[in-house]
């Protein structure tokens, strides 16, 4: 890792960190950081975690070496719906997990949750929210299930041994869960990001900010404020590579003038800071409030959770102008 200038004030350890280098290595990556940059005091420094990573032994020596907020990968609160997912954690791991965080004085957890599954598995959305909920933890996150390619899923998929869920499906979970959190208190700030007062994800922000931003491990993305690279996806390759002395980015692109515009207005719909408007955007977004997709005050608009599911159509319509 080069030296970096300036002050980082998020630093985020992800991509399987725990299990890959135990208590006693995250020590040892967060005094590498130290020492080729300057974190500030108040640097939110996560590290992403599944529930069989946790333990207590661990989770002091996460803390001892500074990390601040962990992300925790739960999923489900499900064991059927945690087996189908081929997770090597139950429910009770998964809140066990979460009591050891508290335990050892963990005051900011972030955990995830997967919507949008396949009716076929009958899964109950709503009493995941509510043990997510009873847990209390100051951030959550939740994605709605992508089909990704060459993947079991995809295969169950296309002959037909699965149905991926449906608009309607997404909309109501989506919605629910909208409900829900912010009757519990949450700021849905992201389309899938809730949070606590001040406890909004500044590692997630720098992203939609446009910030600039530095990826160090396998298969990690960089961006420098004109150019985005990411690194080689196997752990096995980029340990290689490292020891030779060569590069260990896979490939790059430089943003054109039209791409930053694009992501400007993308990333900008996301988040219920919204996006600045321009006169040629008036006409898009006055309908847009009619039909209740999004607020316009002071010239900038903000999204709505209905208009959050219709963003990329939303976003395009914006750019096309």
Request: overall charge negative.
């Amino acid at each position: 890792m080069r030296r970096v200038s300036g002050s980082l004030k998020t630093v985020y350890l992800g991509g399987g960190t725990p299990s890959r280098l135990g208590g006693r290595g995250i020590r040892d990556v967060l005094a590498l950081v130290r020492d080729r940059c300057t974190l500030a005091p108040d640097a939110e420094i996560t590290i992403e975690a599944n529930p069989d990573d946790v333990t207590r032994e661990d989770a002091l020596g996460w803390l001892a070496a500074g990390v601040n907020r962990v992300s925790l990968g739960i999923q489900s609160f499900d064991d059927s719906i945690l087996k189908w997912m081929h997770r090597v954690h139950d429910s009770a791991a998964a809140v066990r997990s979460f009591e050891t965080l508290r335990g050892v004085g963990f005051e900011n957890i972030s955990i995830d949750l997967i919507f949008a599954l396949p009716q076929s598995v009958e899964r109950l959305w709503q009493r995941d929210l509510e043990k997510a909920l009873g847990l209390g933890p100051e951030h959550i996150s939740l994605y709605g299930l992508t089909i990704e390619p060459k993947t079991a899923l995809a295969r169950w998929t296309d002959r037909g041994s699965v149905s991926p869920s449906d608009e309607d499906q997404y909309a109501q979970e989506f919605l629910l869960a909208d409900s829900m959190m912010s009757e519990a208190g949450y700021e849905h700030y992201e389309v899938s990001n809730f949070a606590r007062p001040g406890k909004r994800s500044r590692h997630n922000s720098a992203y939609w900010s446009g910030a600039e931003y530095i990826g160090a491990g396998p298969s990690a993305h960089s961006f420098d404020g004109e150019r985005r690279s990411w690194n080689v996806d196997a752990y096995a390759d980029w340990a290689a590579r490292l020891a030779r002395g060569e590069s260990v980015i896979a490939d790059s692109e430089l943003l054109t003038a039209e791409n930053r515009f694009a992501e400007k207005v993308y990333l900008g719909l996301r988040t219920n800071d919204g996006l600045p408007l321009s006169a040629s955007d008036s006409r898009s977004t006055r309908q847009w409030s009619e039909k209740g997709w999004a607020i316009v005050d002071d010239g900038v608009v903000r999204l709505t959770s209905e208009g959050w599911l219709r963003l990329d159509s939303l976003a395009a319509a914006l750019t096309a102008l």
